[in-house]
């Protein structure tokens, strides 16, 4: 996302604490963040300490005139290119979904075009609530507002359950991520990692692939809408809308894919999957058996879960990545036929650009056309690249 003016309004939960966090990730990303709140969130977080995080006074009830030369709330609305409720307690939905303007944030809000994201966390039955759900369902489809749900997790009542806030830096993730909804109402598979090939108990073949490149795809995917089912051998951070499948050889990666593959609309294969494996694994450490003895493998290679897609599909688009070292657009272009893929994101693997790099240069291969290179750029703009071409590729959706 491209550095963005973001008004944070802040209303009176007790997930309110966490605020000053979350403003410092958004500040650190590189975004200006102004903050709003209401006298109820007060009691939760202080001004000052929003003030000192966001280097910009805060907007209260009471301080709304300090500076009579314009109307504070319209030039907060103005001055935003997004607006993040944070904690969006059930009352402040309701109000918003009444069109209340009866508090310094609520009054914002009425006055601001840019899009507006909720973030709800409130107690579960009050999240369970038909006339909540009824207020998120007005706003989000007769208002234009973007919901990013509660998680399930300890609740300030002591028990689990759904409706505590996400954490300070899921959010900032999310909004690093956010995008038009291009894919909306999409399933989306995504591999990442390398996957590990066991020898023994204490032994595994595997490869340098960090996982950054698939997970960033999952995330800019999520971000723009779609349902996402990541299946990695790692554990990064992730936003809401993606599903962690967790696995370990290439074996496991292409049973979870194939079982979810018939639901999906595309597969972008980013893992960096074993091509062989052990036929048996041993049940004990493999032993030297003297000195100077060496040690024989024999492999036997693996399921080609690129290829099995690519024969499988109906109405799927299957994407497929090819790390090369040498003959890099040559080598791609033949995985792109060879394996009956819609696209081959082709990427060189040297002494500058390798898997563990936060930064990749790519060209994108296509079927009859011509390929597209990608400048270097950070992995999550090169996903949020990858995401808009994807979208392009699919079939329009009934209705």
Same mark, same amino acid.
């Given at each position: 996302m491209k550095k963005q003016q973001i008004a944070l309004f802040v209303t009176g939960g007790i997930a309110a604490y966490k605020t000053p966090l979350l403003v410092r990730a958004l500040v650190k990303a590189g975004h200006d963040v102004r903050v709003a709140m209401t006298t109820s969130a007060e009691k939760f977080v202080t001004p000052e300490t929003l003030a000192i995080v966001s280097k910009h006074a805060v907007l209260t009830d009471g301080g709304e005139f300090d500076h009579p030369e314009h109307v504070a709330h319209v030039a907060l609305a103005h001055w935003a290119d997004l607006g993040v409720i944070v904690p969006a307690t059930a009352n402040t939905l309701?109000?918003?979904?009444?069109? $209340?303007?009866?508090?310094?944030?609520?009054?914002?809000?009425?006055?601001?075009?840019?899009?507006?994201?909720?973030?709800?966390?409130?107690?579960?039955?009050?999240? #369970?609530?038909? #006339?909540?759900?009824?207020?998120?369902?007005?706003?989000?489809?007769?208002?234009?507002?973007?919901?990013?749900?509660?998680?399930?997790?300890?609740? &300030?009542?002591?028990?689990?359950?759904?409706? *505590?806030?996400?954490?300070?830096?899921?959010?900032?993730?999310?909004?690093?991520?956010?995008?038009?909804? *291009?894919?909306?109402? *999409?399933?989306?598979?995504?591999?990442?990692?390398?996957?590990?090939?066991?020898l023994d108990p204490v032994r595994f073949l595997t490869n340098d692939s960090s996982g950054k490149m698939g997970t960033a795809i999952a995330n800019a995917a999520a971000g723009a809408g779609a349902? /996402?089912?990541?299946?990695?051998?790692? @554990?990064?951070?992730?936003?809401?809308?993606?599903?962690?499948?967790?696995?370990?050889?290439? @074996?496991? $990666?292409? %049973?979870?894919?194939?079982?979810?593959?018939?639901?999906? %609309?595309?597969?972008?294969?980013?893992? &960096?999957?074993?091509?062989? *494996?052990?036929?048996?694994?041993?049940?004990?450490?493999?032993?030297?058996?003297?000195?100077?003895?060496?040690?024989?493998?024999?492999? /036997? #290679?693996?399921?080609?879960?690129?290829? $099995?897609?690519? #024969?499988?599909?109906?109405? @799927? +688009?299957?994407?497929?990545?090819?790390?090369?070292?040498?003959?890099?657009?040559?080598?791609a272009q033949a995985k792109l036929t060879k394996k009956k893929a819609d696209m081959i994101v082709?990427?060189? +693997?040297?002494?500058?650009?390798?898997?563990? &790099?936060?930064?990749?240069a790519v060209t994108l291969l296509r079927p009859n056309q011509p390929p597209v290179t990608l400048p270097e750029m950070p992995k999550h703009q090169v996903a949020a690249a990858l995401v808009k071409q994807l979208a392009t590729m699919l079939p329009k959706q009934k209705g």
């Open positions: 309701a109000k918003l979904a009444a069109g $209340m303007a009866d508090n310094v944030v609520t009054t914002t809000l009425l006055a601001m075009a840019a899009p507006k994201l909720m973030v709800p966390a409130m107690n579960d039955q009050m999240w #369970q609530n038909p #006339q909540t759900q009824y207020n998120i369902t007005k706003l989000t489809e007769q208002q234009g507002y973007l919901l990013l749900p509660p998680a399930t997790g300890q609740l &300030a009542e002591g028990y689990v359950g759904v409706g *505590r806030m996400p954490e300070p830096n899921q959010i900032a993730l999310y909004i690093e991520n956010l995008d038009e909804p *291009r894919l909306k109402d *999409r399933h989306i598979i995504v591999s990442a990692g390398g996957t590990k090939e066991r349902t /996402v089912k990541l299946v990695t051998t790692k @554990q990064l951070p992730v936003i809401p809308g993606v599903t962690v499948k967790q696995v370990t050889s290439a @074996q496991s $990666m292409a %049973d979870t894919i194939l079982n979810e593959f018939a639901e999906a %609309d595309a597969v972008v294969m980013a893992a &960096a999957v074993a091509d062989y *494996r052990a036929p048996m694994i041993s049940d004990h450490k493999l032993k030297k058996a003297d000195a100077n003895s060496g040690l024989t493998l024999t492999l /036997v #290679q693996n399921p080609d879960i690129l290829a $099995m897609l690519g #024969q499988k599909k109906t109405h @799927q +688009v299957v994407i497929g990545f090819a790390a090369e070292t040498n003959d890099v657009l040559a080598n082709a990427n060189a +693997v040297d002494a500058t650009h390798g898997f563990n &790099a936060d930064t990749d």
